[in-house]
């Protein structure tokens, strides 16, 4: 048995410590990786065998959150983990995607990752130390890899970059950047940014390279004490024979094919070719050789074009995007909804804004436990003209879903200025190429379809890039599928006229040079101002109004030590203004009330109820109020909801009254000063001091419903006062 081993480091001020030898002794190879309080466990495991008939690698990265981690229970019945929350699915691929280009694409064995958390602090994310973890697990183990790989977070706060800045540090960082790095170059990017130029983000990539060299000696160390022999990976390679007679039927009809420029009738003439190559050459070679073959034309027809003549598919040039149109305004009943369409792809984002309490409640390791910015995508098959299942999202589409949100977050107004959840639902209705780019776009002029006061257009576009093998390159501007597919790089970035706001590198080789980077974020942000310039045309700035079927939502603001007359004993009170004016009403802990209402009216009404609940009554006030009952020595008047005081019936009337209801009944309205509150609370009115000073006031008077009974010559003249609101209580239904 292997006796456990530490190796550790300083970085950003915290030890970085990897362990192995102490648990998971079967796995092929285990560690553990701690930072601060945050521990993972992570081991790699490969089937003997190769999968029988695969033709990829079968890389499996699975992350699993355990709550107790973070000394939490599972909500739900079953009080367990279940399905992996957004946050984990996104931490696996986080972890997949630096990796899989350092592996071997002819390794056919089943390879598994599985990442366990278990020591979450809430200050250092596990997501980072899970891609360290599984650098080092591979690094020791017997399986191939063009490792070691370091991973390290940048943050950029009061205009200094911060290595590995904790959660708390990360709401006041202008920048989240994830930069995974081998010794030569950067594998993998994913960031979040609050609208950050392109030069604080070049800085911030350079920074992160360098300081992931050090995680790469750490863990070259661990090797060299730890690593077991690697295992053999045979190349198998196409017959030359199958090559050479498939080269010379395809020999100049590709050239063609791909200056096509619509992608139906392109996949179309490729699909055709294929068919009359494979039927030519059934008696000669396998059908899967020849297939094999023909991508292999085609993947050196592309590049060769781009490479060589700067000529892409459709004939475009390297710069060059495809045609947009874009409207707003499609679905009649919907909050907002706009369709985005660049070239093949074609996105439709619709809009719906909810009340606060429809945030989503998150059951994960993080310090967040709900969010009110929701942004989900959805892949159809139809979108490719296939014909597949549809079940729950995968990891693609929560990956594509979460990159969007993240581009839009910096734009959203805070619950401050705009209390409504915001859910947006992107549909790609047609995919050739970069659709979680047109989610970004589709998404920000449904924002403004609907009214959201965002604070500036989102645009979004897709890089790409084709190398040579003597150090040549070309930067390609909005790729579309095959240059996806055939290309080495898929570079998203999105931001405003001002900046970035999300990026994340996807990558072929073994790592993308600095160089290479600068200038293709210096070219997607030419790419992006001119996109923006078109979606200006459909639609420059939110909407001032919401639509007319979106909730009508108020917000009152309260002394918080008024709250619990709203609540009531058990809820009562608040439920009985609910089940009164039909409105739904939050309060939060600061004294906010929301209340979202079917129609101005109702919201108003509950609005008059919770601000007569929570204002002081004050000696020498005058009210109007409703009579509620009557005694034999006086009636008692309810002047603000909930809020009763007595009128004795010597304080009745400015005359002798012999019996209460010769003057007032039950349900009258009438106006009355409050003339004591006295040390248990209790309210003494008197409608006599009303009609003494209203006898006093010359001008406009009105009556209130009890004059009618009053003797001749004595029916008063009362002027009601209307009732102040709070200078900050204001609606949402307009703008």
């Known amino acids: 048995m292997i006796e456990s081993q530490s190796f550790q480091l300083e970085l950003g ?65 079953i009080r367990r983990e279940g399905r992996p929350s957004e946050e984990a699915t996104l931490a696996g691929r986080l972890t997949d995607r630096p990796l899989r280009p350092l592996l071997p694409k002819e390794l056919h064995n089943d390879v598994q990752l599985i990442i366990t958390v278990l020591s979450a602090d809430q200050e250092n994310d596990p997501d980072t130390l899970a891609v360290i973890g599984s650098s080092a697990a591979l690094s020791t183990s017997e399986i191939p890899f063009d490792g070691p790989v370091g991973a390290i977070r940048i943050g950029y706060i009061d205009e200094e970059f911060v290595l590995n800045p904790t959660l ?26 609050r609208e950050v130029s392109e030069d604080i983000v070049v800085q911030a990539i350079k920074l992160g390279h360098e300081a992931n060299q050090d995680i790469i000696r750490l863990q070259e160390e661990l090797q060299k004490t730890f690593a077991k022999p690697k295992i053999e990976v045979h190349k198998s390679e196409l017959d030359p024979e199958v090559i050479k007679a498939v080269s010379s039927i395809i020999d100049g009809k590709f050239a063609e094919i791909l200056s096509q420029p619509k992608k139906q009738e392109r996949e179309e003439a490729l699909e055709s070719l294929k068919k009359e190559l494979v039927k030519s050459q059934e008696e000669s070679f396998p059908e899967a050789d020849v297939i094999l073959a023909f991508e292999a034309e085609l993947r050196d027809e592309m590049r060769s074009n781009i490479l060589n003549q700067a000529q892409r598919i459709g004939g475009r040039g390297l710069k060059d995007i495809r045609p947009i149109t874009s409207q707003i305004g499609l679905l009649p009943r919907t909050h907002g909804s706009a369709l985005f369409t660049r070239g093949g ?41 296939e014909v597949k299942r549809i079940g729950t999202p995968g990891r693609r589409e929560i990956g594509h879903g979460a990159l969007a949100a993240r581009a839009l977050l910096p734009v959203i107004p805070d619950d401050e200025e705009f209390p409504y959840t915001i859910r947006l639902v992107s549909e790609v209705l047609s995919s050739n190429g970069s659709t979680s780019m047109a989610s970004v776009c589709a998404s920000s002029l449904s924002l403004m379809d609907a009214g959201a006061p965002i604070r500036g257009a989102v645009a979004g576009i897709a890089m790409g890039l084709v190398s040579g093998e003597k150090g040549e390159y070309a930067i390609l501007t909005d790729i579309e599928g095959l240059e996806d597919a055939y290309g080495d790089m898929d570079f998203k970035i999105a931001g405003t006229s001002k900046g970035i706001t999300a990026l994340q590198l996807d990558i072929k080789l073994k790592g993308i040079s600095l160089e290479i980077l600068e200038k293709t974020l210096y070219q997607a942000s030419e790419a992006r101002q001119s996109i923006l310039e078109i979606m200006q045309q459909t639609i420059s700035s939110s909407r001032p109004t919401l639509s007319p079927y979106a909730p009508q939502i108020y917000k009152l603001l309260i002394p918080p030590d008024k709250i619990g007359s709203i609540i009531g004993t058990g809820g009562k009170t608040i439920r009985s203004i609910i089940d009164e004016t039909k409105a739904n009403i939050d309060v939060l802990n600061d004294g906010t009330v929301l209340i979202d209402a079917p129609s101005a009216e109702a919201a108003q009404k509950a609005m008059n109820i919770i601000e007569g ?84 006031v010359p001008g406009d008077k009105e009556k209130d419903s009890s004059s009618a009974k009053q003797p001749p010559g004595k029916q008063p003249q009362m002027r009601s006062s209307p009732r102040p609101s709070h200078p900050q209580n204001k609606g949402y239904y307009h703008k």
């Open 168 to 193: 708390a540090q990360l709401e006041n960082s202008l920048l989240d950047l994830v930069v995974a790095s081998t010794k030569q170059a950067v594998v993998m990017l994913e960031a979040g940014a």
């Open 613 to 696: 609940l929570t204002k002081e009554i004050e000696v020498g006030s005058i009210y109007t109020g409703k009579v509620s009952r009557i005694l034999s020595f006086g009636a008692f008047v309810e002047i603000l909801p909930g809020k009763e005081g007595l009128v004795h019936i010597s304080e009745l009337a400015d005359y002798r009254v012999a019996k209460i209801e010769d003057v007032v009944k039950v349900g009258d309205e009438i106006m009355v000063k409050v003339i004591d509150v006295d040390h248990l609370g209790r309210i003494n009115l008197s409608r006599r001091a009303v009609l003494q000073t209203l006898s006093q």
């Open 13 to 77: 001020g915290r030890s970085l410590i990897i362990d192995t030898g102490k648990l998971a002794g079967q796995a092929n190879a285990a560690v553990t990786v701690r930072y601060g309080d945050t521990i993972v466990l992570v081991t790699t495991c490969i089937s003997p065998e190769p999968r029988e008939g695969a033709d990829f690698l079968p890389l499996t990265v699975d992350y699993e959150e355990r709550l107790y981690a973070a000394g939490k229970i599972p909500g739900g019945f």
């Open 345 to 385: 792809t074609q996105v439709l984002t619709i809009t719906t804004l909810g009340s606060i309490k429809k945030k989503q409640q998150l059951d994960g390791l993080g310090i967040e436990e709900t969010k009110r910015f929701i942004h989900h995508y959805n892949f159809p098959p139809f979108s490719t003209g």
